[in-house]
């Protein structure tokens, strides 16, 4: 009978759905939030050179695996497109991005500074980073989500909320 019920229901014999856990990481709550290294240290602007990337989390919690988050600092000559309504996401050309690729969640932190391209090495997914890292090349589907970006009255880099949308690969749950 069982088994009949579950030919009849076949999502319901999946499980629960998973709600909202998938879709917020610990940059979700109080805000604003430090970014740090892994090792717990406040990154400030001036920590960010051009053309450099750092992997950064929300202070207080260095092992979630779904808030590694890049720090990308563009070059003055390079022209920045933000998303609508994503204008003052950036200080002082720096861009924040999910680390997990959209495709199946590897860590994505392969920079091609010149062409301001962020590479996947697992599938090899490019995304724009000056576009809002909309994907380009490779099976990825969907851009990085963006970390909205503030300065602290100590110069050092906050999250003002959550990213703009799901980390990682697609899951049957997310928003369309």
């Not at 579950?6 to 998973?18: D, E, N, Q, V, W």
């Not at 109080?30 to 290294?37: E, G, L, Q, S, W």
């Not at 022209?79 to 590897?106: M, Q």
Request: aromatic share 8%; with cysteine.
């Amino acid at each position: 009978m069982a088994f009949g019920a579950a030919l009849i229901f076949p999502i319901r014999s999946l499980g629960p759905r998973p709600g909202t856990g998938l879709k917020h990481t610990p940059y979700a709550g109080p805000i604003p939030k430090r970014v740090v290294t892994k090792d717990g240290l406040p990154v400030k602007a001036a920590d960010v050179l051009a053309d450099s990337v750092i992997t950064v989390w929300p202070e207080g919690h260095t092992d979630a695996a779904d808030a590694s988050t890049l720090l990308i600092r563009t070059r003055p000559d390079q022209n920045f497109i933000p998303a609508p309504g994503r204008e003052d996401w950036t200080v002082n050309g720096i861009v924040a991005y999910s680390k997990l690729c959209t495709h199946v969640g590897c860590p994505v932190g392969l920079y091609q500074a010149d062409s301001a391209l962020l590479l996947c090495p697992c599938h090899q997914s490019t995304f724009e980073v000056l576009e809002a890292a909309r994907p380009i090349f490779g099976p990825a589907a969907r851009p990085l989500p963006q970390l909205p970006l503030a300065l602290n009255a100590d110069g050092e880099i906050i999250a003002t909320a959550d990213f703009s949308g799901p980390v990682g690969p697609g899951f049957w749950d997310r928003d369309r």
